[in-house]
């Protein structure tokens, strides 16, 4: 996987992600649309065709969009230990 920055200013980053799609793209977006600091989260697939998606953030007031995402990103791996923890023990 590889990220390409395209924009970054003081309340917005859009990014380049190869090798996604929908998938992580929705979840991300989610994730960053409960932040109260987020003013717009999105996503766009280009091309089906192509694995590579583009994402987008802009904050509210001084919120910084990459501590704004690394924040989401920690949230979706916290959900995913708790899902494998729960799928796990349903397993048993």
Do not use: W
């Not at 996604?20 to 991300?28: D, P």
């Not at 007031?61 to 995402?69: F, S, T, V, W, Y």
């Amino acid at each position: 996987m590889r990220i390409k920055i395209l924009k970054e200013t003081e309340n917005e980053l859009k990014l380049e992600i190869e090798e996604v799609g929908h998938t992580l793209c929705n979840l991300l977006q989610k994730e960053l649309l409960k932040n109260e600091k987020v003013d717009i989260a999105g996503y766009d697939v280009p091309h089906p065709l192509t694995s590579k998606a583009i994402i987008f953030v802009r904050t509210k007031e001084k919120a910084k969009p990459r501590k704004i995402l690394e924040e989401a990103v920690k949230q979706i791996q916290k959900q995913n230990k708790e899902f494998r923890k729960a799928f796990e023990k349903a397993l048993k």
